[in-house]
T-cell receptor, first 110, second 114 residues
Framework: SQQGEEDPQALSIQEGENATMNCSYKTSINNLQWYRQNSGRGLVHLILIRSNEREKHSGRLRVTLDTSKKSSSLLITASRAADTASYFCATDAGGFKTIFGAGTRLFVKA | GAVVSQHPSWVICKSGTSVKIECRSLDFQATTMFWYRQFPKQSLMLMATSNEGSKATYEQGVEKDKFLINHASLTLSTLTVTSAHPEDSSFYIC??????????FGPGTRLTVL
């Protein structure tokens, strides 16, 4: 069963704008990861944030984690048309399972 | 970095036939592999956890007799979709964990059942 829920389900922005996607989950986690998937393709791992971390950066990506609210956000700054993809959060709650959120479909208009 | 491959990358079959999908960890050993299914415009749904040398653990609602999983070695897990029907058409993705618990995903296999 899905643990994570993401919002928005779909997001359309202009190139150069920032894109923010949110993810909520239900149980305690060891870490939370964000993945990207281009249409019909495999997953690309973007960033992992551990349960004892609050914020992490990687290039134009910024991820926050609030374990008290069981939520995370992914911010993509200065978006590009090539950022158009689906973005998923995935939680690792122990037991070796990784459970994916519903995903946000991002469309960046050139 | 570690690579996980899947074969075939796509397959088209007739209704009623069985299809086998392979998932291989290319440069590391994986005692645990996972199989996911993804329908169009939806997220990945975990189907089962594949354990080397033992029976797979299936998620609720996934028919074990329909989706046969074999994890015969530390680098290979196979998923066989038996008596496939059009509703089984989907994107199947595997993943494998290495000794450091890092998870690597395969590129996926697109199954189309006619």
């Amino acid at each position: 069963s899905q643990q994570g829920e993401e919002d928005p389900q779909a997001l359309s922005i202009q190139e150069g704008e920032n894109a923010t996607m949110n993810c909520s989950y239900k149980t305690s986690i060891n870490n939370l990861q964000w993945y990207r998937q281009n249409s019909g393709r495999g997953l690309v791992h973007l960033i992992l944030i551990r349960s004892n971390e609050r914020e992490k950066h990687s290039g134009r990506l910024r991820v926050t984690l609030d374990t008290s609210k069981k939520s995370s956000s992914l911010l993509i700054t200065a978006s590009r048309a090539a950022d158009t993809a689906s973005y998923f959060c995935a939680t690792d709650a122990g037991g070796f399972k990784t459970i994916f959120g519903a995903g946000t479909r991002l469309f960046v208009k050139a | 970095g570690a690579v996980v491959s899947q074969h075939p990358s796509w397959v088209i079959c007739k209704s009623g036939t069985s299809v086998k999908i392979e998932c291989r960890s290319l440069d590391f050993q994986a005692t645990t592999m996972f199989w996911y299914r993804q329908f169009p415009k939806q997220s990945l749904m975990l189907m089962a956890t594949s354990n080397e040398g033992s029976k797979a653990t299936y998620e609720q609602g996934v028919e074990k007799d329909k989706f046969l999983i074999n994890h015969a070695s530390l680098t290979l897990s196979t998923l066989t979709v038996t008596s496939a029907h059009p509703e089984d058409s989907s994107f199947y993705i595997c993943s494998a964990r290495d000794i450091a618990d890092t998870q690597y995903f395969g590129p996926g296999t697109r199954l189309t059942v006619l």
